[in-house]
Each structure stands twice: as structure tokens, then as C-alpha cells.
């Protein structure tokens, strides 16, 4: 399950970068979680010919990755910013409840973007 998330994931960020045709079969099989057999029914080609363009896809979202950073960036991002928000949520045990309480919507905020 954790290979389909990222997959899913990297597509989010450099799926506009694939081709047409790339996409559409990528999305069918990640996202719609159709089978091989389903696609290549549905697109009239091969078993083999459908396997070959999501190992493409796949290769090719992988490498925007290994070149662009984007997504490892975006994790951590999300990380610290939980981090922050768990800290903030701490603090609001503390005397300065009013800050505390404004960090926690703002964490809240990012968190429900990302």
C-alpha cells in the first residue's frame, strides 16, 4: 500500500509533466485502481503494453523527484509544522494561552493545506 501512496503522491506533484497518454494510464491503474488486464480491454492494447507505460510513468515521476526535491521538501514541511502545532498545543497549558491558542489555528491552517 505504501508503493501505491507514493506513487500517488509523486503523481500530484509532476503529473502535469507526463504525456496524455501516460496519464491517463497511470491514473486508471494508481488511482482508480484498475488492473492491467482492465486497461489494456478498455484501451484496446497489450497486458504488456500497459505495464510498460506505468513502469515509464512511474520512472519518470521518480526522476522529477530525484532532480526537483519537491515532495521530500513538502514532507518535511509538513513535519516541522506538525511538530510546531503539537509544541503549540503544549503551550496552551501554560500562562500564555492567548499566543498558544493563536499558533494552534495557524498550524491548523497550514496542516489542513498540506
Known amino acids: 500500500m505504501e508503493k501505491i501512496f ?7 506533484f509532476y503529473g502535469e509533466l507526463l504525456k496524455d497518454n501516460q496519464k491517463e494510464v497511470f ?10 488486464s482492465e486497461i489494456a480491454e478498455e484501451r484496446n492494447i497489450s497486458r504488456q503494453a500497459v505495464y510498460d507505460m506505468i513502469k515509464r510513468a512511474d520512472r519518470a515521476l521518480n526522476e ?15 513535519e516541522d509544522v506538525n511538530r510546531i502545532h ?25 496542516l489542513d493545506e498540506l
Open 6 to 12: 507514493e506513487q500517488a503522491m509523486l503523481y500530484d
Open 27 to 36: 491514473e486508471n491503474y494508481v488511482l482508480d485502481n484498475l488492473s492491467l
Open 64 to 78: 522529477y523527484e530525484d532532480k526537483l526535491h519537491l515532495l521530500e521538501k513538502f514532507l518535511t514541511i509538513k
Open 86 to 110: 503539537i509544541i503549540s498545543k503544549q503551550l496552551t497549558d501554560s500562562r500564555d494561552r492567548e499566543l498558544a491558542t493563536q499558533i494552534v489555528s495557524i498550524t491548523d491552517k497550514i
